[in-house]
Each structure stands twice: as C-alpha cells, then as structure tokens.
C-alpha cells in the first residue's frame, strides 16, 4: 500500500486547504522516519558493502551496520566538496547515506541468512573454500526470494554430464574432465543488457586472479553511450573452448538468444571455437588494439629477444630488425587503424 496521498479540508470562508504526502513505500525516506523496504534491495552499491563484510568473516551485524553507515556518510561529504552540482555520482552517495541511515541490525542478519552464513562463525566455518562455495550455492538455490545469479556450477573432483575424461589428441588432459572447477553466473539485468546490445560482444579471460589459478571469463558489450557492460562472467580452472562453451550455454535466454555477429578478443582461438558452437551467428573475430601493438612492440621492434644477437661494448644485445622493417610494420599499423575495424574471417 502507498502512503503518498493528498487531502483537502473545505474551511467556512469557503476556502480549501491542501495537505500533500509525497513519499512512497518503494523508496526509504529517513528524514521523515519512514522505513518502508529493505534499504539493501534498494541500492545495490549499499548492498554490495554489506556484502564485502560478511564475505571477509565480520559477523557482528550491529557493527557492520554502524561501519557501512560511517563509510557513506564519509562518501556523502566527499561529494558534496569534491563533484559538480550536476553531476549524477553526486547524487549516488547522498541517496546511498540516507538509505543507510534505516540500515539496522536485523536486515544485517537477514542479509547473512540469504548468504548462507547462518552459523555465528560466518566463512571460518568452512575453512575449505570449495565447500564454502558449495553450500552459498546451496543456499541461493533453496531460498525462493532470491533470484540467484548463478547459472552453471561445477565443483571441483566431481563429474556430471558435462564431464569427460577422454585426452583429445595432441593433448595431456580431458578439456573437461571430473577435476575442473566451473562457476557461470549472469543476473536478469544483465541478460537484458547483453539482449539490448547484442551486435558485437567482447570476451577476455583474465588470470592469476586466486591463489588456485583460476581464470575470470568476462563477456562485455558497449552501450549506446559507449560504455563497456560487463553481461556475464565465470570463475574457471581452465580457459579452453568447453569452458566458454558451457558459459554461453548456460546465459539466461535473453541473452542466450542474443545472436551476436563480431566477437573481439585476443589471437587465441578458444572462446572463438567455444562461443561459435552456442552462436552460429558469430561470423567475425575482430582483434584487440591493445593486443596487436602489444605484439608489434614484442615482435617488430626489438622487444623481444631474438636468438640473432650481437656484442655491443662487450655486452650481449637482441638485435633490432631493420629500419625499413619497422617503418612498414608502422605504415601497416597505420593502415590497419585508419578503418577503425581490422576483421579476420
């Protein structure tokens, strides 16, 4: 039910009074000492500070609420003194603080049950961090109010359909086999970001991120405004065709159903190979900028150690490829950047 309402009282003199309520029950206004929703399903970067301390093993939820409370009110004052008027960050961190001043304990605790850290020993119960995994999966799963992002989950030692323990040829290890580790997770608003966007997409796999190595899949796309949206992402063991296969194959359906045309990556071929197994559609790869001058400096001008090398002054140096080598590899640079594209069928 919506408070926000008006009433109008008829006096004698034949004049009208007009009392006007304008808040509403979908949005917290503490000034006026009205808490109508849970500030953490508001705000989403409110949320996420809460979540930071619970997941770090803060498991007193009235000090948690007391720190978040501190850290957007210094937030608050930082943009009131340091950002332009009109500027919509601004506005961001005063709305963050206000919606944390009706921040209290028991929507602290609330948020730690959603999280599956129920035990007043948080993280530390689990001190395997597979089986700490395992059971917020669990947790999300079972738990109908919430709308998990997770989409795939494969834990590591243990085989389903997915798996296989066949060694292509050529190769030392199963692509896929029972000991990988697989997390894809996409959220509704992203599917319908990556559906809003789905011309061209973006991957990259990123890794030396945790100390088992794992890898980080990204897939991005740009917005009307230019701006880069991260739509899906997955925590793997390995960054090889199947991975970026089931990622795609697990996406909800709008993205799922997006059908990109390009994918820019890097040189390598594995997220080509898996993603065009899902997308039919991908008909171009077009390659990163950063990675092709990356390899041009490595490559064409004397970045990277050759087995040609000459003594200079007594000193061992990698010879540098000749001058009119390196002025058609920038001439060819230049060409390739003036058409804004460089596709690779």
């Known amino acids: 039910m919506c408070p926000a309402r008006h009433t109008i009282q008829l006096q004698k003199d034949g004049s009208v009074i007009v009392h006007f309520f304008g808040f509403h029950n979908h949005d917290v206004q503490s000034f006026y000492g009205v808490n109508f929703v849970n500030p953490l399903t508001v705000s989403r970067r409110l949320c996420n500070l809460v979540d930071r301390k619970l997941l770090s093993g803060v498991t007193n939820a009235g000090k948690i609420a007391i720190a978040v409370r501190e850290e957007t009110r210094v937030s608050r004052n930082r943009a009131l003194t ?177 059908n990109p045309e390009v994918m820019m990556a890097d040189d390598t071929n594995a997220a080509w190979n898996g993603l065009r197994r899902v997308w039919k559609s991908l008909k171009y790869k077009l390659l990163c900028h950063w990675h092709i001058m990356k390899n041009v400096r490595l490559h064409c001008c004397g970045g990277k150690k050759t087995k040609a090398v000459r003594s200079v002054c007594g000193h061992a140096t990698a010879m540098r490829p000749p001058c009119e080598r390196r002025v058609k590899c920038a001439a060819l640079i230049d060409a390739i950047f003036l058409k804004k594209c460089y596709y690779v069928t």
Not at 89 to 94: M, P
Not at 126 to 138: F, G, I, R
Not at 228 to 249: F, P, Q, Y
């Open 82 to 258: 340091e950002m332009q008027i009109d500027n919509p960050i601004r506005f961001e961190h005063i709305r963050t603080h206000e919606l944390a001043l009706s921040l209290d304990t028991v929507k602290v605790i609330n948020r730690r049950n959603v999280l599956g850290l129920r035990s007043s020993d948080g993280l530390r119960m689990h001190p395997d961090d597979h089986k700490s995994v395992w059971k917020l999966v669990a947790q999300w799963e079972q738990d109908s109010a919430v709308d998990t992002p997770v989409r795939y989950y494969k834990p590591a030692g243990k085989a389903n359909a997915d798996t296989c323990e066949t060694v292509p040829k050529g190769k030392d290890k199963p692509d896929f086999g029972a000991k990988e580790f697989l997390l894809v997770m996409q959220s509704k608003e992203q599917a319908e970001m990556m559906r809003e966007n789905s011309r061209l997409i973006f991957v990259d796999g990123t890794h030396g991120l945790t100390g088992y190595g794992y890898h980080l899949l990204s897939i991005v796309v740009v917005d009307r405004h230019g701006k880069g949206l991260v739509v899906a992402e997955a925590i793997s063991s390995r960054d090889n065709h199947r991975t970026w296969e089931l990622l795609a194959t697990h996406l909800r359906q709008p993205g799922l159903s997006s």
